[in-house]
C-alpha cells in the first residue's frame, strides 16, 4: 500500500513538472514582416500664369495711351495678357495694334510726371504701330524725332551748332566710323561730338545720338549706349566698342551702334530743340 502511494506521487510530480516545462517553453520569436509603408503621392504641380520675359516680343491693341515726360505710355492687350510699355514719345491712338519689342522690365515704377505707379513697364527704345514690317528706312514708325535705325538723325542738329568740332586726337570722325565699320568693327573707337539726342534709361541704359558736322544722312549720326549721363548740345568725348547690325528685337536693328559706351562731357552745352 505505501509503495502505491510512492507511485502516485511521483507520477505527478512528473506531471507537474512537465506542465511546468509546457508552460514555459519559448515563445515563438518570428515577427511578422511589416506592411511596405505608404508612398506619399507626388504634388500636383500648379502652373501660374508667368510674365513672358523681356526678350519676347509682344504685339496686341492700344486699350490705353499718354504722353509724360517726352515719353508714351501704352498699355497693351496681346490676347492672353495686359501690359505696359513705355518708349520715347510717338503717336498711337487707343484700339490701333502696336508691337513692342524687348525691354527692360522695371517693377513697381513711379512716374512722377503721371503721379501714377506701375507694377510692371517695361521701357523700350521704340513702339511699332501698325502691323507693317518695319526697315531701316521706315522712319514713320519710329518714335517722333528719332534717328533712323540707319544712323540718320533728322533734324536733331536744329539748334544745335555743329561747326568747329575738333575731332579727338587719335580718334575718328562720325562719318569715318560709318565708312570704315567693316574694319572697326570689334574694335575700342575714339570720336568727339555733339549730343543731338538723349533719352535716359531705356532697357535699362542711357541712349546717346552725337553729330559732329561730317557725313551724310545716314552716316551723320552715331548712336552709343552708356551708363554716363549727359543732355543735348554737350560736347562729348565718347569711347567704346562698335558694333554691327545690333537687333534689339521687334523688327528694331541697328547698322552701327556703340555699346556700353564711356561718355565725358568736355564742354556743357544750352541744349537744342
Not at 31 to 44: F, H, I, K, L, N
Not at 132 to 139: I, R, Y
Request: hydrophobic residues 35%; charged residues 20%; glycine residues 12%.
Amino acid at each position: 500500500m505505501k509503495k502505491c502511494w510512492i507511485f502516485l506521487a511521483s507520477c505527478l510530480t512528473v506531471l507537474f513538472l512537465f506542465s511546468g516545462c509546457k508552460s514555459q517553453s519559448p515563445q515563438n520569436t518570428t515577427e511578422e514582416t511589416p506592411a511596405a509603408a505608404p508612398v506619399a503621392e507626388s504634388p500636383v504641380t500648379q502652373s501660374a500664369p508667368v510674365q513672358a520675359p523681356p526678350s519676347v516680343s509682344r504685339t496686341g491693341k492700344v486699350v490705353e495711351a499718354m504722353n509724360a515726360g517726352g515719353y508714351t505710355y501704352v498699355q497693351v492687350d496681346t490676347g492672353t495678357e495686359k501690359v505696359w510699355a513705355a518708349a520715347p514719345e510717338f503717336e498711337v491712338k487707343v484700339g490701333e495694334t502696336v508691337t513692342v519689342p524687348p525691354g527692360a522690365p522695371m517693377a513697381n515704377y513711379h512716374s512722377k510726371t503721371l503721379d501714377r505707379d506701375f507694377g510692371l513697364v517695361y521701357f523700350v527704345p521704340a513702339i511699332k504701330v501698325g502691323g507693317a514690317a518695319l526697315s531701316g528706312s521706315a522712319k514713320r514708325m519710329m518714335p517722333a524725332g528719332h534717328p533712323s535705325l540707319n544712323g540718320g538723325a533728322g533734324t536733331h542738329s536744329v539748334g544745335i551748332d555743329l561747326s568747329g568740332i575738333p575731332r579727338a586726337e587719335g580718334g575718328k570722325t562720325v562719318e569715318e566710323v560709318f565708312a570704315e565699320k567693316a574694319e572697326l568693327e570689334g574694335k575700342e573707337i575714339l570720336v568727339r561730338g555733339k549730343v543731338v539726342k538723349y533719352n535716359p534709361q531705356i532697357m535699362g541704359v542711357n541712349w546717346v545720338h552725337i553729330q559732329d558736322g561730317t557725313g551724310q544722312e545716314g552716316t551723320n549720326d552715331l548712336t552709343i549706349t552708356t551708363n554716363d549721363t549727359t543732355k543735348a548740345g554737350d560736347l562729348v568725348l565718347v569711347k567704346g566698342t562698335l558694333t554691327l547690325n545690333k537687333d534689339f528685337g521687334g523688327g528694331y536693328t541697328y547698322d552701327v551702334i556703340v555699346e556700353k559706351g564711356q561718355v565725358t562731357v568736355e564742354d556743357a552745352g544750352n541744349g537744342g530743340s
